[in-house]
């Protein structure tokens, strides 16, 4: 087996996630940065730094920017990430081991392994088996306090769904998905027209480096301000309705191979590389009516306390408790709980994966054991299925989310911009 079929996708996965390497005591660890009550450690930045180069020469890559400007935007990536975890912190934000469990699966059955047989390819190419899950576990809590912060921020009308189903892009049954990797040349908040022309020209500058043959992801880890920026830009498949409307207009008649003309947004200027098209019509989506009961371990009730509770809730339905009646009066969706648990008629992509994997193993009418997802404690039960031709009530769905992951894709980079302007961090190197 090649290292780099190995490496990929565990790499992708982990990149944003700093090793928890054992501190070695005859060696005295140097703090590279504080950041509010949290410090980044020199060993840290210099064993995030190695990730990167591998990660950058399983992908083919040979030329690097230099060396203090890959060093600065990696411990740019390490504070920010440090101001992240606090915040998991602070608001009781934990990853299990059951979702750990799961995604270490996900990333086994795309090396076509199962788990056993990828720790033990991992053990035997020389990596950490431990460090690895500690990373993992890292990189999914980051991705679950980001959700956590960013999408109580957003919400979407029905207005809004209208307005979209009566747009263009939205009378379109199919839509397009274009495989991105971007470069964001980032402006603060209040810029000036200078700072604005000069930036402008920054990108103007690095696309005439991309079309002299400059490699995208050379650039991107050089000089992007984007998250994305350590993953040589990359941005994986995305439909146009999925991004801000001034990216969607610049790559609409892009070629797979093209790049877009600098593209200026409340953020910054972007410039876009297609790297890939494609298109294809849905026929039929097999969907589910679906209700639940949701219980979440607080401040007054333990993780514990929490399971054994859901345990009751079970044992009372399976003796004949109605479910719509438990759902109001115990679930903490109040969302659903007040429709007596009801998450109406739902599809592949719209719930966690742990909840649609009990979904889709339930039989009609049948109420499923308590099982647990970064939420919390649910029990669930399907009560019809159909297989439905796309029509409105799917566009409507497809609408709803489209909106919502754009304003996620937005919101995201506000967000993360706010909590650096507001942490206390202080550089040492």
Not at 405 to 416: D, G, V
């Amino acid at each position: 087996m090649a290292l780099s079929k190995l490496r990929q996708p565990l790499l992708a996965l982990i990149l944003l996630t700093a090793p928890m390497a054992p501190a070695q005591a005859e060696v005295l660890d140097r703090i590279a940065a504080v950041v509010n009550e949290g410090i980044v450690l020199e060993s840290e930045l210099d064993q995030r730094l190695e990730l990167i180069r591998e990660q950058i020469a399983a992908r083919g890559e040979t030329r690097l920017p230099p060396e203090d400007v890959l060093r600065q935007q990696v411990l740019d990536r390490l504070i920010l990430e440090s101001i992240q975890f606090q915040i998991a912190e602070r608001q009781g934000i934990r990853v299990s081991d059951r979702q750990l469990n799961e995604a270490l699966g996900r990333i086994a059955q795309q090396n076509n392994m199962t788990l056993e047989q990828f720790r033990d390819a991992l053990i035997a190419e020389g990596q950490d088996y431990a460090q690895a899950r500690e990373q993992i576990r890292r990189e999914i809590l980051l991705t679950q306090v980001q959700q956590s912060s960013v999408n109580r921020r957003i919400s979407v009308s029905e207005q809004e769904v209208q307005n979209f189903l009566d747009s263009e892009l939205g009378q379109q049954q199919v839509e397009g998905e274009f495989q991105l990797r971007n470069i964001l040349l980032a402006l603060p908040e209040g810029a000036t027209p200078e700072m604005i022309r000069k930036t402008e020209a920054k990108a103007l500058d690095v696309r005439r480096q991309l079309e002299q043959g400059t490699p995208f992801a050379e650039l991107a880890i050089a000089v992007s301000n984007a998250p994305n920026a350590l993953q040589g830009g990359e941005l994986g498949w995305r439909r146009e309705s999925e991004l801000p409307e001034p990216l969607a207009n610049a790559i609409r008649r892009l070629s797979p191979g093209e790049i877009s003309q600098p593209v200026r947004t409340p953020g910054g200027f972007h410039l876009l590389l297609v790297e890939d098209k494609r298109g294809g019509k849905v026929q039929l989506v097999n969907q589910s009516l679906v209700r639940h009961i949701l219980l979440t371990p607080n401040e007054i009730r333990s993780p514990e306390q929490t399971k054994r509770q859901i345990n009751d809730l079970y044992q009372r339905l399976r003796e004949g408790q109605p479910f719509d009646e438990l759902a109001r009066r115990y679930s903490d969706d109040s969302a659903s709980g007040s429709q007596g648990g009801s998450l109406g008629w739902t599809q592949d992509g719209q719930m966690v994966p742990e909840f649609e994997q009990v979904m889709n193993n339930t039989t009609k009418g049948e109420i499923s054991e308590p099982f647990e997802s970064r939420f919390g404690w649910h029990i669930l039960q399907v009560q019809d299925y159909r297989t439905q031709d796309l029509g409105d009530e799917m566009l409507s769905s497809r609408a709803r989310s489209s909106i919502r992951q754009r304003k996620f894709t937005e919101e995201l980079s506000n967000w993360l911009r706010e909590i650096r302007s507001q942490a206390y961090i202080e550089r040492k190197i």
